[in-house]
């Protein structure tokens, strides 16, 4: 079942106020990445999903495949599997949790900063990991929206140009 909220901050806080972010250098993987990384959200695939990507980064070897299921307009369903180090899987876990149920103009909308964001922080030399995962739902977008438009060249572009 889809949830209906569009606060995805909602569903990590511990209180009412956001909680900021650490000062100075992350060093160390935080419960939350840990448990993203221990227990990924959304694992799995969509046979005849409405849209795939598969991203990469040569960098440090990373991979991930992700499908999206869109009913009236809205992520209703988003799978993914990844290869890689313990940031790209909690980033890619996250980023999915926070893209299922959103619009797909919301969701095009989100970036790497509010994964990291809603993770709590990630080390800085885990930070490109989590651009692996909004470029995946991108281009699973991008996908999708090419299926449904063949003809319009604006269509399905892909998001990194």
Same mark, same amino acid.
């Given at each position: %079942?889809?949830?209906?909220?569009?606060? /995805?901050?909602?569903?990590?806080?511990? =209180?009412?106020?956001?909680?900021?972010?650490?000062? +100075?250098? *992350?060093?160390?993987?935080?419960?939350?990445? @840990?448990?993203? $990384?221990? =227990?990924?959200?959304?694992?799995?695939?969509? =046979?005849?999903?409405?849209?795939?990507?598969?991203? +990469?980064?040569?960098?440090? +070897?990373?991979?991930?495949?992700? /499908? *999206?299921?869109?009913?009236?307009?809205?992520?209703?369903? *988003?799978?993914?599997?990844? $290869?890689?180090?313990? !940031?790209? *899987?909690?980033?890619?876990? %996250? &980023?999915?949790? @926070?893209?299922? !149920?959103?619009? @797909?103009?919301?969701?095009?909308?989100?970036?790497?900063?509010?994964?990291?964001? &809603?993770?709590? +922080?990630?080390?800085?030399?885990? #930070?490109?990991?989590?651009?692996? !995962?909004?470029?995946?739902?991108? &281009?699973?977008? &991008?996908?999708?929206?090419?299926? #449904?438009?063949?003809?319009?060249?604006?269509? !399905?572009?892909?998001?990194?140009?």
């Amino acid at each position: %079942m889809v949830k209906k909220s569009n606060d /995805w901050k909602s569903l990590y806080k511990k =209180n009412d106020e956001d909680p900021p972010l650490p000062e +100075g250098h *992350i060093l160390f993987y935080n419960e939350l990445v @840990i448990d993203h $990384f221990s =227990n990924p959200r959304n694992v799995g695939e969509i =046979n005849d999903a409405d849209g795939y990507a598969l991203v +990469g980064d040569p960098s440090c +070897g990373d991979q991930m495949k992700l /499908w *999206i299921r869109v009913n009236e307009e809205r992520i209703s369903d *988003i799978k993914f599997k990844s $290869f890689g180090c313990p !940031g790209a *899987i909690a980033t890619s876990s %996250m &980023a999915t949790a @926070i893209a299922l !149920g959103k619009t @797909i103009t919301e969701a095009k909308q989100l970036t790497d900063d509010d994964v990291i964001l &809603a993770l709590g +922080g990630i080390p800085e030399n885990k #930070r490109h990991c989590s651009l692996m !995962g909004i470029h995946a739902l991108l &281009a699973a977008i &991008a996908d999708y929206e090419k299926k #449904r438009n063949p003809k319009d060249p604006g269509s !399905g572009r892909n998001p990194s140009s």
